[in-house]
C-alpha cells in the first residue's frame, strides 16, 4: 500500500496539473527556453557581421593611414584608395539592417555587437571629410555614406546618437596626429586650421548636457587635442614659420 501511495505521488509530480503552480512555472520556462533559443540564434548572425566588419573597419583604417605621412600631392590619391573599402562597410550595414528586420523594436538589444565598429567607421568618414573640405561630417551624411537611408526606410536601424558623437571625438584625436605630422613635413599652416576646426567643435559640443559616461569621457579627451594642437601651433607661430605654410593634405 505505502508503494503504492509512493508511486502514485512520484505520477503526480512527473506530470503536474495544468492548474498547479508547478505546471505554470514549467510552461513558462519552456516558453522562455524557446525565446532564448531563438535570441542566441539572432546574436550569432551579429556577432559573426561584427568579426566581419572589424576586419572591414581595420583594413579601412590602413588604407588611410598614409595621409599622414605622404606628400601633399599623393595625399588625394590615397583618400581615394582608402574609399575603396566603404562598400565593404555598405555591405556590413545591410546585414545588420536585415537581421535586425525580424526583431524590430531591438535595436538597443543587440547594439553592442557593432557599436565599436561604427564608431571607428564615423570618425574613418569624417576624415576623409575633413581631409577633402575642412568641414564637419554631419550625421545625416554619415546615414547616408552608409546607404542606411536608402535601405531602411523605418527607424529600426540607424547610427547611433552616441556613437557619431564619439566617433567625431575620435577625429579631434585624429587631427592631432595629423598635425604633428604634417607639420613635421613643413606644412606649418596645417596647425592653424586644424585648431580652428577643433576649437568650433569644442564650443559646439559644450552645448550638448553631457552625462558621465563613455561620450563624456570622449569629450574630455577632444580637450587635450585641443590643448596639443594649440601647442604645435605655438611652437609654429614662436619660430616665425606660419609664413612659411605650404599647400596641406587636408581641405581648403
Not at 559640443?205 to 570622449?218: G, S, V, W
Not at 601651433?233 to 616665425?240: A, C, E, K, P, S
Request: one cysteine or more; aromatic letters at 10%.
Amino acid at each position: 500500500m505505502a508503494a503504492a501511495d509512493a508511486s502514485s505521488w512520484a505520477s503526480r509530480s512527473q506530470s503536474p496539473s495544468p492548474t498547479s503552480s508547478a505546471w505554470l512555472i514549467l510552461n513558462q520556462f519552456q516558453e522562455l527556453s524557446s525565446m532564448l533559443e531563438e535570441s542566441n540564434a539572432i546574436r550569432d548572425k551579429f556577432r559573426e557581421i561584427g568579426i566581419d566588419m572589424d576586419t572591414a573597419v581595420r583594413q579601412f583604417q590602413s588604407a588611410l593611414l598614409p595621409v599622414h605621412y605622404l606628400p601633399a600631392n599623393e595625399v588625394p590619391t590615397a583618400i581615394a584608395k582608402a574609399k575603396e573599402n566603404v562598400p565593404a562597410l555598405q555591405s556590413m550595414m545591410v546585414r545588420l539592417a536585415s537581421t535586425l528586420l525580424d526583431s524590430k523594436g531591438q535595436f538597443y538589444r543587440y547594439h553592442d555587437h557593432w557599436r565599436h565598429q561604427t564608431q571607428t567607421v564615423v570618425f574613418l568618414l569624417a576624415f576623409i571629410h575633413w581631409l577633402e573640405t575642412g568641414g564637419l561630417l554631419q550625421h545625416k551624411d554619415v546615414e547616408d555614406q552608409l546607404l542606411l537611408l536608402e535601405v531602411v526606410r523605418t527607424d529600426s536601424f540607424f547610427v547611433d546618437l552616441d556613437d557619431y558623437l564619439i566617433g567625431i571625438c575620435g577625429l579631434s584625436n585624429e587631427l592631432s596626429r595629423y598635425v604633428v605630422n604634417r607639420v613635421t613635413l613643413g606644412e606649418y599652416e596645417v596647425a592653424e586650421r586644424v585648431s580652428k576646426f577643433l576649437n568650433d567643435l569644442y564650443a559646439a559640443f559644450r552645448l550638448l548636457n553631457l552625462r558621465n559616461d563613455a561620450l563624456r569621457k570622449r569629450f574630455d579627451g577632444l580637450k587635450y587635442d585641443l590643448k596639443r594642437v594649440e601647442e604645435v601651433l605655438y611652437d609654429v607661430n614662436i619660430r616665425g614659420l606660419g609664413s612659411k605654410s605650404t599647400t596641406g593634405g587636408g581641405g581648403s
